[in-house]
């Protein structure tokens, strides 16, 4: 689905992807998949460049949900390491968040057209695969060009840009 990043309609996307959860009979992945979406499509709200039209994408196949969310801002998410957002900071935790919920997350440039940042879930019942690892930093793909060109990396941990309650209604 197509939508702007706004905090109503992050709500609306947030019950949209349960609904389609319930219906694939997947509903042990609905938190999870709810917070993770609801944390991606937060950071194209305050973020994204030159708009915030998004597209989001669930998609299930065999043993795995994977949920993307493609904006048209072609800088790359930097997520936050270990001690590096302040214990009171109200942002900058999210890309840490859903490192931490998922089985595996990603970032992919598309040139000038943006970026699609995804993660994917385990579906229940899926057997653990022998090289099964715990979650981790997926390796960003190099992008076409440097992105020095196209201006500089987003920093997460802007708390001037974090708003001091939650800005996602439902």
Not at 33 to 56: F, I, M, S, W, Y
Not at 68 to 84: F, I, T, Y
Request: with cysteine; net charge positive; proline share 10%.
């Amino acid at each position: 689905m197509e939508l702007q990043a706004l905090p109503s309609r992050i709500g609306q996307v947030r019950r949209i992807v349960s609904a389609q959860l319930r219906y694939w009979h997947l509903d042990p992945l609905i938190d999870r998949a709810a917070l993770g979406v609801t944390e991606l499509l937060t950071n194209v709200h305050q973020h994204a460049r030159p708009d915030k039209t998004c597209t989001v994408e669930i998609e299930l196949l065999l043993d795995r949900l994977t949920v993307s969310v493609h904006d048209h801002d072609p800088r790359l998410p930097v997520a936050a390491g270990p001690g590096d957002t302040e214990a009171l900071a109200t942002c900058g935790r999210g890309l840490a968040m859903v490192a931490a919920l998922s089985e595996s997350w990603g970032v992919r440039p598309e040139g000038e057209s943006g970026k699609v940042v995804w993660f994917s879930l385990p579906t229940p019942g899926a057997a653990p695969s022998a090289t099964a690892r715990p979650p981790r930093r997926v390796t960003v793909e190099q992008p076409v060009r440097r992105l020095a060109a196209v201006g500089p990396p987003v920093d997460l941990r802007r708390p001037e840009r974090a708003p001091a309650r939650s800005a996602v209604a439902g």
